[in-house]
């Protein structure tokens, strides 16, 4: 079964410099990453997302790198800004479904606490 | 174009009650996710359905069904509440694809409470 592992509960940084969350992830060949933000009392937010066929993947202040072979990956937020504090949510999606099992079905990391102070 | 909604927002019931929350996706999107998210499990799958058809299915227990309308807006229900069943609920659309298009957006929950 897939799992997604984010180490790191909480992260505190100061405006303007970089935040970086991590995620680890078990098997894989062929899988989907993406990012979401999440504020209380709200649903996630789609952020970025990143193919296992690609290393990085790049949207404005948000940045995206998959190391397959450690079976890590990193966002990177630069610069941070108040308004990105939320918690962060790693999830993964097998780009080929085998057998219907994957259908739907995005597995999340356990999310990662991020404050940016003034 | 609009986003996800989801119904009602709050909800509480009592132990051995059942309930039903409602989701209507995105226009265009044929498939719809159902999550729970609780404090100790973080984010879980509990089904998905595309084009009126359960396709996939967590591990949770068959007190929690769903389904799917023509027009893509899915219910999910629960029977017999538990305590344990207080949680955010929440829903997501997407393309229902394979391949890239595996963005899922979400609804804002629904938050139920069971005393």
Redesign the interface.
């Known amino acids: 079964d897939q799992q997604v592992k984010q180490n790191s509960p909480s992260l505190s940084v100061q405006e303007g410099r970089i935040s970086i969350l991590n995620c680890d992830y078990t098997n894989s060949m062929f899988d ?1 990453f ?1 990012w ?1 933000k999440k504020y209380p ?6 952020l970025i ?1 990143i ?1 296992s066929i690609k290393d990085k993947n790049e949207d404005g202040r948000f940045t995206v790198f998959l190391n397959k072979s450690a079976k890590h990956l990193s966002l990177h937020i630069v610069p941070s800004q108040p308004g990105d504090s939320a918690v962060y ?1 790693c999830a993964q ?1 097998p ?3 085998a057998g ?12 990662t606490i991020l404050t940016v102070h003034p | 174009k609009a986003g996800v909604t989801q119904t009602p927002r709050y909800l509480i019931k009592t132990r051995g009650q059942q309930v039903t929350l409602s989701c209507s996706p995105i226009s265009g999107h044929r498939s719809v996710s159902w999550y729970q998210q609780t404090p100790g499990q973080g984010l879980q799958f509990l089904f998905e359905y595309f084009s009126e058809t359960q396709r996939n299915k967590g591990n949770f227990p068959g007190r929690f069904s769903g389904r799917q309308f023509s027009n893509s807006r899915s219910e999910m229900n629960v029977s017999t509440l538990e305590l344990g069943d207080s949680a955010l609920y929440l829903c997501a659309s997407s393309l229902g694809t394979s391949g890239r298009n595996n963005e899922q957006f979400f609804g804002p929950g629904t938050r139920l409470t069971v005393l």
Do not use: I, R, V
């Open positions: 989907y993406l979401y009392a709200e649903g996630p937010t789609f997302s193919s949510f999606h780009l080929f479904n219907g099992t994957s259908y739907g079905k995005l597995t999340f990391g356990q999310g």
